[in-house]
């Protein structure tokens, strides 16, 4: 495995020693060579791990941004839960290269007008990308800041043209053992099953994000589509995203499947309520010592509280 690692490609190279390799891969892009729809727009690349005047001016969305230092593009492409690939921490980074993202097919389907299967440009066209990055914390029992590339999920629901029946959107990740060889193993009933209620998903804070730090997704983190809900735990962010559901019913998801005691379908983030394990009134910003008081709804209350007015969200969890 670490022997793969070492020989693989200049894409995988670019999550070891990422400045000095980003900066090749710029002048690359800005020579025309695409590394798919975001580079392909010729993007202003910042450079890894840096809060570059760059990225400052791209960042336009008020509601979206945040002042907190962000988590370094090493970190945020090492460290990463996707059990499609191991259930280490580690296991991602490392075996993730086997992963093709492109192309890439989106089936539609459901409650919904305009069913079918999109080629991920046509789902996502590459110049809706045009200057959108937005700043989010992200929170699990451990919390980054990442500056995500993609578009909210509603531009793409409203293009889709759900039903009146359409009351939760059901999301699944792609299923092949050959691309994704953790699937060898039944550590969840494949595939990964994520959901969320329409108007959660309406809600402009939620992303269907194809890149970070200005660049592609890497595999590990969800090539090339992968759901990003700022004030939920971190499972809610199902990656690579292979279809799209409008339905009627509250979706199975993978983790309450599993775990229905511990995970929730909702999973705000909420520090009153913990995790039948372990305390979420606190979390552990990576790069930090101290741990730090985690915010209801990561701080997003006031975008989101509204979704949940008179719910009892300690059933509701
Ligand atoms: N398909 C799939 N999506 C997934 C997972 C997974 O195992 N498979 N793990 C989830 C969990 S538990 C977390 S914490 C986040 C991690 O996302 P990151 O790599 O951006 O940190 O991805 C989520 N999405
Ligand atoms: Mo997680």
Avoid at 15 to 32: D, V
Avoid at 297 to 313: D, I, K, R
């Amino acid at each position: 495995m670490l022997f793969k690692f070492l020989i693989s490609s200049d894409v995988k190279s670019s999550e070891i020693t990422p400045e000095r390799i980003y900066h090749n891969r710029r002048e690359f892009i800005q020579a025309g060579v695409g590394f798919g729809a975001v580079a392909a727009l010729g993007f202003n690349i910042p450079q890894a791990g840096a809060e570059t005047t760059a990225l400052k001016n791209i960042i336009r969305d008020g509601i979206y941004d945040t002042e907190e230092k962000m988590t370094s593009l090493r970190v945020v492409s090492s460290y990463n839960n996707f059990y499609e690939f191991g259930t280490e921490k580690d296991d991602p980074f490392r075996n993730a290269h086997s992963l093709r993202p492109r192309p890439w097919t989106v089936k539609v389907d459901g409650h919904v007008e305009n069913p079918g299967n999109y080629d991920l440009d046509d789902l996502i066209s590459p110049h809706a990308l045009q200057e959108r990055i937005y700043r989010m914390r992200c929170v699990e029992a451990w919390s980054m800041v990442i500056p995500w590339v993609g578009i909210p999920l509603a531009e793409i629901i409203n293009k889709l043209g759900p039903t009146s029946k359409a009351k939760y959107i059901r999301f699944e990740t792609l299923y092949d053992k050959k691309q994704m060889p953790g699937q060898y193993r039944r550590v969840i009933p494949w595939p990964y099953v994520e959901g969320l209620r329409m108007d959660e998903a309406m809600n402009p804070l939620t992303l269907m994000a194809v890149g970070l730090y200005g660049e592609t997704l890497p595999n590990q983190n969800g090539a090339p589509l992968r759901l990003v809900v700022p004030w939920k735990y971190g499972f809610k962010g199902i990656k690579s995203i292979v279809r799209i559901s409008f339905v009627e019913r509250m979706p199975r998801n993978s983790w309450k499947i599993i775990a229905p005691r511990e995970y929730g379908f909702y999973a705000n983030v909420n520090p009153d309520v913990d995790h039948l394990r372990w305390t979420q009134a606190s979390e552990r910003r990576i790069g930090e010592f101290r741990r730090r008081k985690t915010l209801m709804f990561n701080g997003y209350a006031e975008e989101v509280a509204h979704l949940y007015s008179g719910m009892n969200l300690k059933k509701n969890f």
